[in-house]
């Protein structure tokens, strides 16, 4: 398993189908209902072994994009096209050129545009000395690229990381999303490598296999924000959107004007005015989400934004890092009306359910099992895969 990310999710970030609502639409403030969950629409997208993970609608909602394991070279983790009713991939892009044969990679983050404008950010990883892949300590090279996706490897180089936007240190964006022909919105944190070193039946000491990515588990250095990317020249600026301190996922809501996010250690939402301003709280979830339940993924339609909830506790796992671990407890989803703070169980899954994104006509695409959103890549071995959950909101 590679070490590099793909969430939350994390987590994971990007993500948003949200966007994929037409910006041109007139606002109408209708709260949109929250069906249940009809066991028939619920519909399962992928099927890999190992992890399929990080879902977003494309700009047009023709298409869902995906982080996948390569199942030939794991060291590597691509981005696959499928369309919403799944099947065969329509496209992918992945590194298989033997110059990437001592490295790992992945695609952490990506957006594809209506018109095939495609932007994501890469994490290259090199072997460490005596120490075979997978094996790694950090990435030597994180980069934001925009390219066309026909030609994905032919590319402009936007940013280069670790970089400080608005006085916050920041090494990976996730939750990428077009807002514009040269305008874009993505979650900012610090990327934290976690070895993963079990130990096995046949020896004391553990064997590190891979190693897990943080997205803003560990202490209060460790937290992002929501930003807005420009692009000009061939470069990429980002700004921090005041009030969105903190946050561990967000989505746009109310027609996009709106920012919904939510904080590590907290299970409620906030919003935010799409331009920045003061955070308000947003809508607490249903009293039975008790502390020490997380928000582990989110996205938002209109006035509704579904939540994917799970019971988490850190263990310390060195001098200022924690390491977030599942406990038992409810794995399910949540809808939220923004106009009045309503909850609303929409289902209970025996696997956690963590990044998610909604499309223009109300359709969920969900990451089930494996990991979560922005807390942790993933939790262990377990393969995660893609379901699709129709009409969710209406």
């Known amino acids: 398993m590679p070490i590099l990310p793909a969430r939350r999710r994390g987590v994971v970030f990007l993500l948003l189908a949200v966007l994929a609502c037409g910006h041109s639409e007139s606002f109408v403030p209708t709260v949109p209902i929250v069906a249940p969950l009809d066991p028939i629409a619920d519909m399962q ?72 404008r495609l932007i994501y950010t890469e994490a290259i990883g090199r072997a460490l000395s005596g120490i075979p892949i997978p094996v790694q300590v950090a990435p030597v090279e994180t980069t934001l690229w925009l390219a066309d996706s026909a030609r994905p490897f032919n590319r402009t180089p936007l940013l280069v990381f670790p970089l400080h936007v608005d006085g916050i240190a920041i090494s990976w964006l996730s939750d990428i999303a077009w807002t514009g022909p040269n305008t874009f919105m993505a979650l900012a944190q610090q990327m934290i490598v976690q070895p993963h070193c079990p130990a096995t039946p046949l020896s004391l000491a553990p064997i590190c296999e891979y190693s897990d990515t943080v997205f803003g588990s560990g202490d209060a250095q460790d937290v992002g924000a929501v930003v807005r990317g420009t692009i000009a020249a061939g470069i990429a600026t980002l700004h921090v959107i005041a009030g969105t301190g903190g946050a561990t996922g967000y989505s ?70 924690r390491n977030a671990e599942l406990r038992g407890g409810n794995r399910e989803l949540w809808g939220i009306s923004l106009a009045s703070g309503d909850a609303s169980l929409i289902a209970r899954y025996p696997a956690v359910v963590s990044s998610m994104a909604i499309s223009s006509s109300g359709d969920l695409v969900v990451q089930v099992d494996g990991g979560w959103g922005h807390l942790q890549t993933f939790a262990g071995s377990n393969p995660s895969d893609l379901r699709l959950l129709r009409g969710i909101v209406k």
């Open 45 to 116: 997208l992928t099927f890999n072994a190992d992890q399929d993970y990080w879902p977003s609608w494309t700009e047009d909602g023709r298409g869902v994009l995906y982080a996948f394991t390569d199942p030939i070279d794991p060291q590597h983790r691509c981005i696959g096209l499928l369309a919403p009713e799944g099947g065969t991939q329509l496209w992918h892009m992945c590194h298989s050129a033997a110059i990437y044969a001592d490295s790992t990679s992945s695609f952490g983050a990506y957006a594809l545009g209506s018109d095939g």
């Open 252 to 321: 746009l809501a109310e027609h996009d004007a709106t920012i919904v996010f939510t904080r590590k250690d907290e299970n409620v939402i906030y919003k935010v005015p799409a331009a920045g301003g003061v955070a308000v709280l947003a809508g607490p979830p249903n009293s039975s989400l008790l502390p020490g339940f997380q928000l582990l993924g989110i996205a938002c339609r209109l006035s509704t934004c579904i939540l994917s909830v799970d019971s988490v506790t850190f263990v310390r796992t060195g001098v200022s890092r």
